[in-house]
């Protein structure tokens, strides 16, 4: 069974997910219940579970105890692995902006960074990957006046940081389908929207950015239940994640079956909106037409 490599990549989250899923893996082989499991380190079946599905920071002497008791003898293996625990438990980059940033986006940040591919349909904002300082300034600014200028100011910065995964060495795969309706709505006036279609022109011509746009002429279409990210991971241990953002809260979906409806939803969404080669023209279009 191969154990998590020393060089994981992704935040603590994602290697709290892979680190769990070696757990699990090693429990099953050797037969041991939850219940047992979770008897041997003083805790409960429950406890096991959240290990084992990345849910919660790892104790370094319950990792220990379950690696013993798991068949793993060798020292210095048992080291590795709980250096990696200690890697899990470290807060995320994003973690220097405190309360900038609820806890449930924070979670989502995190698996954001180890994904490989992140496929996303959005209908009222421009994808937060592509924003711009100056429109993402502004789509903040809706909830000023309950918001501190600080925090937004916070906001801004972490969204442009999480644009260097498109351009880090071995950068994430990001296709992006963005309803029409998005690039007509000027946040931030038309300077700043026409910036920000530009700025996605630019977006386009990286080799690992495919960028398409729903137009209105397409009609009825599989996004109409709203916008969703679809994130997957290169690392067995994390299945496929779809991810659905509310006002106060965000909720991540991994059962087999809604993973096939969205998933599905957005293959007809990428067959029913223009080609990723007519992106520019129809960016440039709007631009001489509205800005």
């Not at 973690?95 to 989502?108: D, I, Q, V």
């Not at 591919?117 to 993402?136: D, H, K, N, S, W």
């Not at 801004?156 to 007509?184: F, G, M």
Request: glycine share 8%; net charge negative; charged share 25%.
């Amino acid at each position: 069974m191969e154990p998590p490599a020393g060089n994981a990549t992704g935040g603590p989250t994602a290697l709290r997910m892979i680190l769990g899923g070696y757990l699990r893996r090693l429990r099953e082989a050797n037969d041991i219940s939850r219940f047992d499991a979770g008897f041997a380190i003083r805790g409960s079946e429950s406890k096991i579970s959240r290990m084992e599905l990345g849910k919660v920071r790892f104790k370094l002497r319950d990792v220990e105890d379950l690696l013993r008791m798991y068949g793993i003898e060798d020292d210095a293996e048992i080291e590795r692995l709980l250096n990696l625990c200690k890697d899990a438990n470290k807060p995320g980059w994003w973690h220097r902006y405190g309360e900038a940033l609820p806890n449930w986006f924070s979670a989502y940040l995190d698996l954001e960074d180890a994904a490989s591919l992140i496929r996303t349909y959005e209908v009222q904002f421009i994808p937060g990957l592509l924003q711009t300082p100056e429109y993402a300034r502004a789509v903040f600014m809706i909830g000023y006046g309950r918001i501190p200028l600080q925090e937004i100011d916070d906001r801004v910065n972490v969204r442009i940081s999480r644009q260097k995964l498109l351009t880090k060495e071995n950068p994430v795969s990001l296709w992006a389908v963005i309803d029409e309706a998005a690039l007509h709505r000027p946040f931030g006036g038309r300077k700043v929207m026409r910036a920000q279609l530009e700025a996605l022109i630019e977006f386009s011509q990286l080799p690992n950015v495919k960028i398409q746009i729903m137009p209105f002429s397409s009609g009825e279409h599989s996004g109409a239940g709203g916008a969703f990210t679809w994130l997957r991971f290169a690392d067995d241990e994390i299945s496929d994640i779809i991810y659905l953002e509310h006002l106060t809260s965000g909720l991540y979906l991994d059962r087999e079956d809604e993973l096939d409806s969205y998933q599905g939803a957005m293959e007809h969404l990428c067959i029913q909106a223009a080609r990723p080669d007519e992106t520019p023209g129809i960016l440039r279009e709007i631009i001489d037409q509205r800005y």
